[in-house]
């Protein structure tokens, strides 16, 4: 049984997406369905990054599902495993890329990158914002004794250099506690494809509208 790498009297929950580093639930800063990250791979992480993790897991799981029902003798060494799953990332990755910059419609090619990538990059924006946010609330936590701030205004200038505002529709975000959990919200998750977009007690979850 696998123990976390910062905390190794604790059972990991599983491994870090982006670095592989083994997480107990308290080091999860990210979780997305069968995707969890460490707090700092969270900051970085985009949402072209999840998309790729989501498939990287699709098709190892895929591989081993074919592996298992072949007789020993037919059975994949593990040197042409990692080349199955490497040429498959390579064609999913030139995919995702051909997808994002071009809509190929008979003979004529439309580029959508414009559109495209500035809603992604707006969503990472917001993202972005709740992580901030929310480490500026541990390190004014840890610093008050365990106390939480009364709202977001509290941490400026020792911990946030200003109120941060939502990309699109320039508003602020919502900040809620109980004096023990806290939230922090998206205004209007809504203009990034989402239901709900938020961080609970520094982990970011969301729920998109199609779902």
Known sequence: MERCDKHSTRIAEGSCASCGAKLCEECVS?????????????????????????????????VQKAQIKKPAKERISGFTLFLIISLSLIALEGGIIMTDYFLIKSKDVSYISSNTITKRHKLDLATLDLHTISMAIESYKTNNGGTLPKDIDTLIPDFLDSQPLDSVSGLE???????????????????????????????????????
């Open 173 to 211: 975000y919502l900040y809620q506690t109980d004096n023990k959990n806290y939230t922090v919200t998206c205004p209007t998750p809504e203009v990034h494809g989402m239901r709900y977009l938020m961080s609970k007690n520094g982990k970011v979850h969301y729920l998109k509208l199609e779902e």
């Open 30 to 62: 990210d979780r997305r369905d069968n995707i969890i990250l460490c707090y700092e791979c969270a900051l970085k992480a985009t949402t072209n990054d999840f998309e790729k993790w989501e498939k990287e897991k699709t098709i190892a799981a895929e």
